[in-house]
């Protein structure tokens, strides 16, 4: 049996003037040498140069297809807009398309309300920053065109006039992208993203760039120039990262879906921590292109949202092939099939305890007793073994920030602007070799056929959606940021699988800590299968008594 080789690190907390003098030795030709090597050391890198491989390099998780299909048809996207159910206190697309079409309000209506929310959430002394920028006079146009659309009997779809968030990662007009950055984003995009642009045909009410984690290199909401994202269960915490822009504004009750990105957790790790639903499909499921050039191996698109039946939704929008982004062309017809069965007869869900139970207590007994439920579901519960786990966490930070790393090297100018603890990272990140590179993509081979073993056993691999629950937002770490590394690897324990062999993965609510932050769960699936996992999802989510944010605006009355 193989031996469970992940471990809790203890690395040191830097913020504010300690930080920054890190980062500028980190800078320095003549002290980075003497520093490098402890960061290599204790990332596992020299470890990572010690194995012994001899698979080929696998440069990018491209699973095999047997048939190539196509998006999900247009008829088909209605069947999912379901009214929120009565277990949440969070409007559903279901809900304002129906109040939409039985004349109850107007997109026009919620447009103006919501951007008087959006503007309270910014004042006094703990903003949510949930938003970059929003365009008012844009949205108003959008809620204006759809409103006219509903009144005469056009609706475009169940989303058309439903408010939806957008990272600020993905390529969006009239907005320039920044990417979290001060110095990127200096005119408007030319064009939106396909992701967007499908949101767009489909009727979305596109109300602005949601905020995140700068070049969304972390998985927190700290971002020094565009101001620290907070949780609405509880302001003083974090909502995890890099997209805490999107999950803030669907917990705060802005909208019911948003716009996200994953390269190690990006939309999984914030929506476990703000109590919400993240998908993260499978490597080129859903477009990449007009998202920011970050990492190309390991970015996933996808959206964040506050059931189940939201997700499903938007997912079915986005994905499908795309002639201009070459990795999503191979690629199975989409489908929903069975995403809203009512139990789970028939699906062996797999558990590998020793990872599994490797989080905080609280966290081990909410997701053991949401595993027992799904048992008593129809599931059949099977333990199983995942050997090489620390392998693939070296490789994937290797490729995440070798890749980050070379595609910021374009803006030599800018190396400065960035804030310290991304320099930081960004100097290890060019610090990596070329062997060190492939020597990591071979692990990223090795572990596809470690989990094509696994899913030989089961359908799903269920754990913790992160180890602890929302950290504190310290108060060290405004307004220069922070660099917890020892927080960090605890927030992506489960992730990263789901990014190094482009896995299909979502996590979603199964309750809530003594402090009343939300606990979620992950399930990770086989390649394209990701409506066994929202079928996972929707049942575990009747199982659960959602409870509302402490900061939360109505912005439609249920």
């Avoid at 204006?144 to 439903?162: F, P």
């Avoid at 120039?225 to 995890?240: A, I, K, Q």
């Avoid at 938007?314 to 995403?339: C, F, H, K």
Wanted: aromatic share 6%; with cysteine; net charge neutral.
């Amino acid at each position: 049996m193989a031996v469970y080789d992940l471990e809790s690190v203890k690395l040191p907390r830097l913020a504010g003037r300690p930080l920054r003098a890190f980062a500028a030795a980190l800078d320095n030709p003549a002290t980075r040498t003497l520093l490098l090597g402890n960061l290599l050391e204790s990332g596992g890198i020299t470890r990572l140069r010690q194995f012994h491989l001899s698979e080929l390099p696998l440069l990018y998780p491209l699973a095999a297809v047997a048939e190539r299909g196509g998006a999900l048809e247009k008829e088909a996207w209605a069947e999912t807009a379901v009214p929120a159910p009565t277990n949440t206190p969070f409007a559903t697309i279901g809900d304002y398309a129906q109040a939409y079409r039985n004349g109850r309000t107007t997109p026009l209506a919620v447009a103006e309300k919501l951007l008087e929310a959006i503007a309270a959430s910014e004042q006094g002394d703990k903003p949510l920053r949930a938003f970059i920028a929003i365009n008012r006079q844009d949205v108003l146009a959008q809620a204006q065109a759809a409103s006219e659309r509903i009144q005469n009997g056009q609706a475009l779809s169940a989303l058309d006039g439903v408010p939806v968030a957008v990272k600020d990662e993905v390529d969006m007009t009239p907005y320039p992208t920044t990417v979290g950055t001060k110095f990127l984003g200096k005119a408007p995009a030319e064009a939106d993203a396909t992701t967007v642009a499908r949101l767009r045909a489909a009727g979305a009410l596109l109300i602005g760039k949601a905020n995140m984690h700068e070049i969304g290199i972390n998985p927190t909401g700290h971002n020094v120039y565009h101001g620290h994202t907070r949780n609405p269960y509880h302001p003083d915490f974090d909502t995890g990262g890099s997209s805490s822009g999107p999950a803030t504004a669907v917990a705060a009750g802005f909208c019911p879906v948003s716009l996200g990105a994953d390269g190690g957790g990006s939309i999984r790790v914030p929506a476990a921590l703000c109590g919400l639903v993240g998908l993260k499909a499978t490597f080129g499921r859903i477009s990449e292109f007009g998202a920011a050039p970050l990492t190309w191996s390991m970015g996933h698109l996808g959206p964040i949202g506050a059931t189940v039946a939201d997700v499903a939704l938007a997912y079915a929008i986005m994905a499908g092939p795309d002639e201009r982004d070459l990795n999503s062309q191979q690629q199975p017809a989409v489908t929903l099939a069975d995403w809203d069965a009512p139990d789970l007869r028939g699906l062996t869900l797999g558990v590998y305890w020793p990872w599994f139970r490797h989080a905080t207590p609280e966290i081990v007994a909410a997701n053991e007793a949401m595993l027992n439920k799904l048992a008593d579901a129809g599931a059949a519960i099977r333990e199983i073994t995942i050997p090489k786990l620390d392998a693939m966490r070296i490789a994937h930070a290797v490729t995440i920030l070798a890749e980050m790393a070379t595609n910021m090297a374009h803006y030599p100018q800018h190396q400065g602007d960035f804030a310290p603890a991304t320099r930081v990272s960004l100097v290890l990140g060019r610090a990596f070799t070329s062997a060190d590179y492939l020597r990591a993509q071979q692990v990223r081979r090795q572990a596809m056929a470690i989990f094509a073993e696994v899913y030989r056993q089961v359908d799903v691999v269920m754990t913790p959606a992160t180890a602890v629950t929302a950290p504190p937002i310290p108060a060290d770490g405004l307004p220069d940021g922070l660099s917890d590394l020892s927080t960090v690897t605890e927030l992506m324990r489960y992730v990263i699988p789901g990014n190094l062999i482009g896995l299909p993965a979502i996590s979603f609510p199964v309750g809530y800590g003594a402090n009343g932050l939300p606990i979620a769960m992950q399930a990770m699936g086989r390649h394209w299968q990701e409506n066994v996992l929202l079928r996972v999802a929707h049942v575990a989510e009747k199982l659960v008594e959602r409870k509302r944010p402490q900061v939360f605006y109505q912005v439609l009355d249920k």
